[in-house]
């Protein structure tokens, strides 16, 4: 089976089971245009361009996640040390880290826990059920209100939660200070102004 079969296949089977189109694209950090084509594969369509990644080995042992999270604490730092940024070194500092849900949240977690921060958990609003979708921070964990934030994804598949969250983030009063990632889809240097640190950047060479 090629990997665009299984990737058929995945995409059809979460639909099965009740997942939005929304939910298909983040849990396979696809664009909603590469899910569509996958779920409905027209006839004579050209496939979206579009890169799949798969870190499951990675996110699915806990010791590589944490060891992932290192790196990106490490990344980050090094970058400002060496003033690779436009951010100073006091610019830097945050006190909180906003875990995006789904996959943003176990790499926030053991980053927060490791630079002493605050974890806060924001939720799109594409998983949102309402028929108004609005993004939201969990109640259950920090607040944002007045705090610095660096943002934790796994992907940037198109940015557009990540504008999202910046914008939510300095509606409530809090200062976004930069986005750390491991994958970047689409080679976004800054959201709105704020820096975007990836481990990796993807780039389709045509």
């Not at 090629?2 to 089977?13: C, T």
């Not at 992932?68 to 090094?78: D, E, K, N, Q, V």
């Not at 198109?158 to 689409?186: C, S």
Request: charged share 25%.
């Amino acid at each position: 089976m090629s990997s665009l079969d299984e990737l058929i296949n995945k995409a059809q089977l979460l639909l099965s089971e009740g997942h939005s189109q929304e939910q298909i694209a983040d849990e396979l950090s696809l664009s909603m245009e590469t899910v569509t084509w996958l779920l409905t594969q027209q006839p004579g369509a050209e496939a979206p361009k579009d890169v799949h990644i798969d870190w499951t080995v990675v996110s699915s042992d806990a010791e590589l996640i944490d060891m992932t999270a290192m790196m990106l604490i490490h990344r980050y730092f090094s970058a400002v040390e060496r003033g690779d940024v436009s951010l100073n070194a006091e610019e830097a500092e945050f006190d909180t880290v906003v875990g995006i849900s789904l996959s943003g949240v176990p790499l926030a977690t053991l980053i927060a826990e490791e630079t002493g921060s605050r974890l806060a958990i924001y939720h799109p609003a594409k998983h949102s059920p309402a028929e108004k979708k609005i993004g939201s921070v969990s109640g259950s964990f920090a607040g944002v209100d007045g705090k610095s934030c660096v943002i934790v994804d796994d992907v940037i598949t198109t940015g557009k939660t990540l504008h999202e969250v910046v914008d939510y983030l300095r509606a409530h009063g809090a200062r976004p200070v930069a986005i750390w990632v491991l994958f970047d889809k689409r080679d976004v240097r800054t959201v709105e102004g704020v820096p975007v640190f990836p481990l990796c950047r993807i780039s389709r060479i045509d």
